[in-house]
């Protein structure tokens, strides 16, 4: 029981060795493709088998388990209808992934679900994991959760979104591996008893561990933008060509890479530009640059900052552009907006998170998560834990089961306090 | 007769059409492996029947024609012994060739001839094609002149020197061919008798183009340094990175490709520095580049202000890297020194330019030639021809018959001044 709002004592070391049993039994032959990395996808048997994993655990604490039309995980230990707390995140992997990003926060529900009956909270719970989150399998990140939050058409769903592996269609990966995607529309049902929802992931950032929290509340999901910028100029020999008489993209792409930076900084509060890929034409050591493309990843959790430094950038590199004989353009790829978690679930995780005492700070999610398209329709957050210099997506990704642990106490407090307020 | 020291006046539009003649039926299926564009290289079929048709032609106008033990091509009309003007160039292609570089140079030289037959002026001549040139065969460029000039060692050309297409040494292909490469040593006896040299080329820049002359007379060869860059950072989180707490090292990178701008251009005399290159890992938009490595080409006629553009770049990365928390460093690949033109010649050139009334300039070759290895034991001058847009390398490459002609005029004059002078 909490002895006070927001707080539950739970055995942290107990926890933090039954996460870490979970997370490291999960990195077995049967779970991973390979054995240099996590790989782990939609539909295939490491999948199945790391269901099959969670299923059987799930069971044994009296959990109802059942999978939704199109495969997404669902454990429950209330009846259809009931309302309950929604916990979870997904278990598939990277392509060359690590063992927590993804499974910790699975891990942990089952954690949360374990802890609960342990300390006779008893709480109405039910955990997900969601299909497909990384794309490694479709190449379509979060499909499972857009798919429940009807972000997709089913045209996608038939016809547009093909195995990476072997480039037949989604809808046909989902047939032989006995599900029906043809009822993909029931998946939005998932939600329907949700009174709320807590993610917890490994932060894939350094600010934790840089700033020495263990924890991090997460207050919104950053939204972004992605575009490219495409510089031409001529692609003049590089001897041949006196600087005055040049047109080089290359030199406009670089002041645009240095612009961006400034624009990302002057737009505070939590706004960040980079440049990823830099593509050149011909790519020759003694040819001028006639062509250069720069990605461009704007992020924050202020939609309105995020367009501005798309819509200055862009005017930017038309205004160097020009002023070197070279023309550039800019085009969008994709958009998506910030993603504010529900402030009363936030402030019950801070409580919670201060009430035990050790250090965390409330901050914002730069990563997409599936928690965007659940925040639609239940209040949401997240609870992020430190993970090791900010790596993810590589075999060297760390983290450390006693912050997961701390995750799991404070997610519990958090939750009786929304269930039980006051 | 030259009616003048420095000018000879020959028929311009015979001798435009013989060129255009020469290089176009050069362009044909038994000359080019390729329909769509020039491809030529050592030792293939097609370079041996371009060889054929020149012999033909040098025949036809009475001198004899020999190829030295790897292939370098001599037609001359003296004797051994007796002392000859050289004039020449390469008939070798890109891998993705137009029909002018290098090919026009032998062509002029074989109207040179022609012309000074014709004209009575029976100039004593020794024309030369070189081999390899452009690298094309055997990834070497000017290879033919530099076994001339011995610039390679036996070891290179036994081992070393690998045929792009089938990866079988120079050696044997040499071998196959019906050369003697075991006596390469002797290459260097073609030079022996030139009182001087004169290469004719397309410019492979867009100055005369754009200044709108018809002929460059060359007074150096630039000299150049190859390196590259590389800068070490942290390959973290787009979204997940606050700002303050990026190691990017792709804004350094952009740093010093604007940097290296300004240095070419405040180093003057006609130094230029070019970034061709730029590879990024681990190149993804969502990722802050964790490595970047950008190519250094840096050219001009001083090689102290060349080596004072590294100099300089290589410590501004290192200082701007630094300012990020980032590592740079430089490694060279390749330097060359500057090869000025015989003053003497340049100026019978200038002379005999001037004379013809039309538009010349005086001018800096920023593209390596053979022209650098003969350079060395013999007075040497190039003569550079416009051609359209600087486009070179690329079935694209274009030029006009008509200033080619004007060049060869030029050449015979410059010739009959330096051989009879006064």
């Known amino acids: 029981m909490p002895d006070k709002a927001g707080h539950v004592d739970i055995d942290l070391e107990r926890s933090a060795e039954r996460i870490d049993h979970d997370v490291q039994s999960l990195t077995g032959s049967d779970y991973t493709l390979s054995a240099e990395a996590i790989r782990r996808y939609a539909y295939r048997p490491e999948y199945r088998a790391t269901l099959d994993y969670f299923t059987h655990a799930w069971q044994e604490l009296g959990f109802t388990v059942s999978e939704d039309p199109v495969g997404n995980f669902v454990a429950r230990n209330r009846p259809p209808g009931e309302p309950v707390f929604g916990v979870g995140s997904h278990c598939d992997s990277n392509r060359n992934g690590g063992r927590w990003d993804g499974t910790l ?11 609960s009956a342990e300390h006779g909270l008893d709480l109405p719970l039910q955990a997900i994991s969601f299909l497909e989150e990384e794309g490694s399998g479709f190449g379509q990140m979060v499909l499972g959760s857009r798919i429940v939050a ?42 329907d008893d949700l009174s709320g929802w807590i993610e917890l992931h490994i932060e894939q950032g350094r600010v934790l561990q840089d700033t020495g929290r263990r924890l991090g509340v997460v207050s919104a999901i950053a939204g972004y933008v992605h575009g490219d910028i495409r510089i031409t100029g001529r692609a003049d020999h590089a001897g041949a060509t006196p600087m005055d008489m040049r047109a080089d993209s290359g030199v406009v792409a ?56 798309i819509r200055d950038i862009e005017r930017f590199a038309q205004r160097a552009a020009a002023e070197r004989g070279t023309k550039a353009s800019y085009s969008q790829r ?73 995750g799991v106490q404070v997610i519990l407090g958090a939750i009786s306090a929304m269930v039980e307020p006051g």
Chains 1, 2 share one sequence.
């Open 105 to 115: 926060g699975v891990v942990c529900a089952l954690e949360v679900c374990r802890a």
């Open 254 to 309: 670089a002041e645009t890479i240095i612009e961006l930076e400034r624009l990302a900084r002057a737009a505070g509060s939590g706004t960040v530009g980079t440049v990823g890929e830099i593509e050149i034409a011909p790519g020759l050591i003694n040819a001028i640059p006639g062509r250069t493309r720069i990605s461009l990843d704007v992020r924050g959790p202020e939609d309105e900052a995020v367009h501005g430094v």
């Open 150 to 191: 009807g972000r997709v058409s089913e045209q996608e769903l038939r016809e547009q979104i093909h195995a990476i592996d072997d480039g037949r269609p989604f809808w046909e990966h989902a047939q032989e591996a006995g599900y029906e995607p043809a009822r993909w529309r029931e998946c939005a049902h998932i939600l």
């Open 334 to 406: 994709q958009t998506v907006p910030a993603t504010p978690m529900d402030e009363r679930l936030v402030a019950a995780l801070e409580a919670a998170a201060s009430a035990s005492g050790e250090s965390f700070t409330t901050m914002i999610s730069g990563a997409a998560h599936d928690t965007m398209c659940v925040a639609e329709r239940v209040p949401a957050a997240m609870v992020f834990v430190p993970c090791r210099d900010g790596l993810s997506h590589t075999p060297e990704e760390d983290a450390n089961p006693a912050d997961a642990a701390l």
